[in-house]
């Protein structure tokens, strides 16, 4: 960033047309990119599981179908025991979407209740709860959960819903207990307590309406934090294996060596379906970041004016003229140079104002 | 109190929970459930047996708080029982022979990322708007995608189409471990595609956060007058800028360490490195339960240790914290 910044005289590159302004026009590209990306896997798991062209578990006894590559019989290929990979993809964004949802659902209520709770009781609850969110932070949550996962009589889709909500809960607690405290301190909370609301009154209907996006951020990451362990826990082999999900797929082509056979299409799918879900949500929170943060925004709410790059903090442009132009790399490497200043101040039109600023500092 | 103080009892804390929460989780289960367990190890041996009953609190163990006592007892003495699939050996000669593996690799892979993360952020946040934020979205993929994934992907091009690294194992077959050049040589060769695994997973993690920061730290008027005074740029970037926008960043580190560490167990899986993720897959898949209690307290151990060092740093570069230290 430098001090002075070129200003081109032609106004077309000034004139910056203004954004619509609805509901998806004003969201930041990222946020668009996320829910697209996001909605194509929630489509491909409510109509997939009714589309898929074999049953998931069916194995096929022919010897030809055993590991067979993709084909036009089987768009993804089969499995060692002849499945048919596509069906059990589609089948395992279903119900790994569907973990992830309710594990989502579930953890941010709880969270909700404990952050507003521990703002609302103060006092010994609040440190207590605080304490406790903190404690589970700190804890790493993988072997916990496969410690409690281990130990449940039963394994599959009810007890790894339990189990992950009941340690995704902490971030969500200190970032909306955050929250609760500064809106608490506002004027309208203490107006409506004069006018004799109820507590619970205040919480449902004025702090929770001010924390939706905040509610909605922890929702997505909590969705991202159910994905990534429900699928690392099935990949260990802690889910019900009879059941097809991302996690179980990336087991069984683990556990039958598909990489030692060269079986790319039974991996690879289940484990690109992950990432690119992922993904989506990562997207999608920098989206909902970038909202109400627009210093990180990136290219797209800078201006480019003269050829230079203005962010909107940086400080007005001062008109004078252009640098020459420069490489990206070069133009890297020269920001970091002393020369850089140099030659900005030999460019500066008034020698002797500069003169008058005091220069600490390293100087030749 | 001084924040180093603070931050110990807060460890001594988290410990004490993990402690409790892995003795009770057993008895949590209900009889029904313990009885399942017991008989899945039919032909166990008599001490092997007795010493699981004692974990799973059956049998005449005594009052509950004697058990917790003596729980207590075995844990500070590093003594985890005995392992009930690999009779007679101990569970903490299985968790010494692990270790230092999965440290090694880990530590130091997760070290590298954070320092490179962290430049590559510096520059990403200092030339806010370039070819960086152009890339950002192909980031934020390879931050979702779970590491054992990438290992996967990694093997099948670096190990299988193209034979440039091995397919796993923590050194080549035949080698006896020991120090000499031939066995450290392989064993780095081999940890070469994990670490990489690791550094290329979670580099982008830092990158962003330390990106935002940044970000928002230029924003400051602190950096403005640095520029005004007309500092050099690198003196503006990293000694005005970096270093405040720093201690979010190490911050952060702390508590991103659990799920690093808990990603690159899973990895260690499909490299068959013989760290403890191996360790734990062989525990889960074959109901060993002294084992994966002890996995549980060493892993969570080791993180609340890396804790406790990043705050040491924190105090180091943070003259408010050393402040208050001095006060004392």
């Given at each position: 960033m430098t001090v002075t910044l070129p200003v081109s005289a032609d106004p077309a590159a000034l004139a910056d047309p203004p954004r619509n302004t609805g509901l998806w026009g004003g969201l930041p590209p990222k946020a668009k990119a996320g829910t697209v990306l996001l909605g194509v896997f929630v489509l491909a798991g409510i109509i997939g599981p009714l589309v898929t062209?074999?049953?998931?578990?069916?194995?096929?006894?022919?010897?030809?179908?055993?590991?067979?590559?993709?084909?036009?019989?089987h768009l993804l290929g089969t499995t060692q025991s002849g499945q048919d990979v596509l069906s059990q993809l589609l089948e395992g964004i279903r119900l790994t979407l569907e973990l992830a949802a309710v594990v989502g659902i579930v953890a941010t209520a709880l969270s909700v209740i404990v952050g507003v709770a521990a703002a609302f009781l103060g006092g010994f609850w609040d440190d207590l709860l605080s304490l406790l969110s903190n404690v589970f932070l700190v804890l790493p949550a993988l072997p916990l959960l496969i410690l409690l996962l281990g130990y449940l009589p039963q394994r599959g889709q009810t007890p790894t819903i339990l189990v992950l909500s009941a340690l995704g809960w902490p971030w969500g607690a200190r970032v909306i207990r955050a929250q609760t405290l500064t809106i608490r301190n506002r004027d309208f909370i203490a107006a409506s307590r004069e006018t004799g609301e109820r507590t619970w009154r205040i919480i449902a209907f004025e702090i929770i309406p001010n924390e939706v996006s905040l509610i909605a951020a922890n929702f997505v990451n909590t969705v991202l934090y159910a994905i990534g362990a429900s699928v690392a826990l099935a990949f260990i082999g802690l889910a019900d294996l009879s059941s097809w999900s991302l996690g179980t797929m990336l087991y069984w082509a683990q556990s039958q060596q598909a990489l030692q056979l060269g079986a790319w299409w039974w991996f690879a799918p289940p484990g690109l379906a992950v990432a690119l879900i992922g993904t989506s949500l990562v997207l999608l929170n920098t989206g909902i970041d970038e909202l109400g943060?627009?210093?990180?925004?990136?290219?797209?709410?800078v201006a480019k004016i003269g050829g230079r790059r203005l962010h909107p903090a940086d400080p007005t442009p001062v008109l004078h003229a252009a640098p020459p132009p420069r490489g990206r790399l070069a133009g890297l490497a020269h920001s970091f140079s002393r020369r850089s200043l140099l030659e900005e101040r030999g460019r500066r039109p008034a020698p002797a104002a500069r003169r008058a600023a005091p220069r600490p500092g390293g100087q030749p | 109190m001084p924040f180093l103080l603070r931050r110990l009892v807060f460890y001594l804390v988290a410990a004490w929970v993990a402690l409790t929460a892995n003795f009770f989780i057993p008895r949590a289960m209900g009889g029904s459930a313990i009885l399942d367990i017991l008989s899945k190890f039919p032909n166990l041996q008599p001490s092997a047996y007795k010493a699981l009953e004692a974990m799973l609190g059956?049998?005449?163990?005594?009052s509950i708080w004697h058990q917790y006592m003596s729980y207590l007892d075995d844990v500070f003495h590093f003594n985890f029982g005995t392992d009930v699939t690999e009779y007679p050996a101990k569970v903490s000669t299985l968790l010494v022979q692990t270790i230092p593996w999965t440290l090694t690799l880990v530590g130091s892979a997760t070290i590298i990322a954070f320092v490179l993360g962290t430049l590559l952020g510096i520059l990403a946040g200092w030339r806010h708007g370039g070819w960086f934020d152009r890339v950002l979205p192909g980031l934020m993929f390879f931050q979702a995608v779970p590491y054992f994934f990438l290992a996967l992907i990694l093997l099948e091009v670096?190990?299988?189409?193209?034979?440039?690294?091995?397919?796993?194992?923590?050194y080549a077959g035949g080698l006896i471990p020991g120090w000499h050049w031939s066995f450290i040589g392989s064993a780095i060769y081999h940890s070469l595609l994990p670490a990489f695994t690791i550094v290329i997973t979670s580099v982008a993690g830092w990158m962003l956060q330390m990106r935002n920061v940044m970000i928002t730290t230029i924003g400051e008027d602190y950096v403005l007058a640095g520029q005004a005074k007309g500092l050099p740029n690198h003196r503006v970037v990293f000694t005005y800028a970096a270093r405040n926008a720093l201690l979010p960043q190490l911050q952060g580190f702390g508590l991103a360490l659990g799920f690093v560490v808990s990603g690159a167990i899973v990895m260690e899986i499909v490299f068959s490195y013989p760290g403890i993720g191996l360790l734990l897959l062989n525990a889960v898949t074959s109901n060993d339960f002294p084992l994966m209690q002890a996995i549980f307290l060493v892993i969570t151990f080791t993180v609340l240790l890396a804790n406790l060092i990043v705050d040491l740093i924190i105090v180091f570069v943070d003259p408010r914290a050393r402040a208050q230290e001095a006060a004392r």
């Amino acid at each position: 960033m430098t001090v002075t910044l070129p200003v081109s005289a032609d106004p077309a590159a000034l004139a910056d047309p203004p954004r619509n302004t609805g509901l998806w026009g004003g969201l930041p590209p990222k946020a668009k990119a996320g829910t697209v990306l996001l909605g194509v896997f929630v489509l491909a798991g409510i109509i997939g599981p009714l589309v898929t062209p074999y049953d998931p578990s069916y194995q096929n006894p022919s010897p030809a179908l055993s590991l067979h590559g993709p084909s036009a019989a089987h768009l993804l290929g089969t499995t060692q025991s002849g499945q048919d990979v596509l069906s059990q993809l589609l089948e395992g964004i279903r119900l790994t979407l569907e973990l992830a949802a309710v594990v989502g659902i579930v953890a941010t209520a709880l969270s909700v209740i404990v952050g507003v709770a521990a703002a609302f009781l103060g006092g010994f609850w609040d440190d207590l709860l605080s304490l406790l969110s903190n404690v589970f932070l700190v804890l790493p949550a993988l072997p916990l959960l496969i410690l409690l996962l281990g130990y449940l009589p039963q394994r599959g889709q009810t007890p790894t819903i339990l189990v992950l909500s009941a340690l995704g809960w902490p971030w969500g607690a200190r970032v909306i207990r955050a929250q609760t405290l500064t809106i608490r301190n506002r004027d309208f909370i203490a107006a409506s307590r004069e006018t004799g609301e109820r507590t619970w009154r205040i919480i449902a209907f004025e702090i929770i309406p001010n924390e939706v996006s905040l509610i909605a951020a922890n929702f997505v990451n909590t969705v991202l934090y159910a994905i990534g362990a429900s699928v690392a826990l099935a990949f260990i082999g802690l889910a019900d294996l009879s059941s097809w999900s991302l996690g179980t797929m990336l087991y069984w082509a683990q556990s039958q060596q598909a990489l030692q056979l060269g079986a790319w299409w039974w991996f690879a799918p289940p484990g690109l379906a992950v990432a690119l879900i992922g993904t989506s949500l990562v997207l999608l929170n920098t989206g909902i970041d970038e909202l109400g943060n627009p210093r990180l925004r990136d290219a797209s709410s800078v201006a480019k004016i003269g050829g230079r790059r203005l962010h909107p903090a940086d400080p007005t442009p001062v008109l004078h003229a252009a640098p020459p132009p420069r490489g990206r790399l070069a133009g890297l490497a020269h920001s970091f140079s002393r020369r850089s200043l140099l030659e900005e101040r030999g460019r500066r039109p008034a020698p002797a104002a500069r003169r008058a600023a005091p220069r600490p500092g390293g100087q030749p | 109190m001084p924040f180093l103080l603070r931050r110990l009892v807060f460890y001594l804390v988290a410990a004490w929970v993990a402690l409790t929460a892995n003795f009770f989780i057993p008895r949590a289960m209900g009889g029904s459930a313990i009885l399942d367990i017991l008989s899945k190890f039919p032909n166990l041996q008599p001490s092997a047996y007795k010493a699981l009953e004692a974990m799973l609190g059956v049998g005449h163990p005594g009052s509950i708080w004697h058990q917790y006592m003596s729980y207590l007892d075995d844990v500070f003495h590093f003594n985890f029982g005995t392992d009930v699939t690999e009779y007679p050996a101990k569970v903490s000669t299985l968790l010494v022979q692990t270790i230092p593996w999965t440290l090694t690799l880990v530590g130091s892979a997760t070290i590298i990322a954070f320092v490179l993360g962290t430049l590559l952020g510096i520059l990403a946040g200092w030339r806010h708007g370039g070819w960086f934020d152009r890339v950002l979205p192909g980031l934020m993929f390879f931050q979702a995608v779970p590491y054992f994934f990438l290992a996967l992907i990694l093997l099948e091009v670096f190990a299988i189409s193209v034979h440039v690294f091995p397919l796993g194992q923590g050194y080549a077959g035949g080698l006896i471990p020991g120090w000499h050049w031939s066995f450290i040589g392989s064993a780095i060769y081999h940890s070469l595609l994990p670490a990489f695994t690791i550094v290329i997973t979670s580099v982008a993690g830092w990158m962003l956060q330390m990106r935002n920061v940044m970000i928002t730290t230029i924003g400051e008027d602190y950096v403005l007058a640095g520029q005004a005074k007309g500092l050099p740029n690198h003196r503006v970037v990293f000694t005005y800028a970096a270093r405040n926008a720093l201690l979010p960043q190490l911050q952060g580190f702390g508590l991103a360490l659990g799920f690093v560490v808990s990603g690159a167990i899973v990895m260690e899986i499909v490299f068959s490195y013989p760290g403890i993720g191996l360790l734990l897959l062989n525990a889960v898949t074959s109901n060993d339960f002294p084992l994966m209690q002890a996995i549980f307290l060493v892993i969570t151990f080791t993180v609340l240790l890396a804790n406790l060092i990043v705050d040491l740093i924190i105090v180091f570069v943070d003259p408010r914290a050393r402040a208050q230290e001095a006060a004392r």
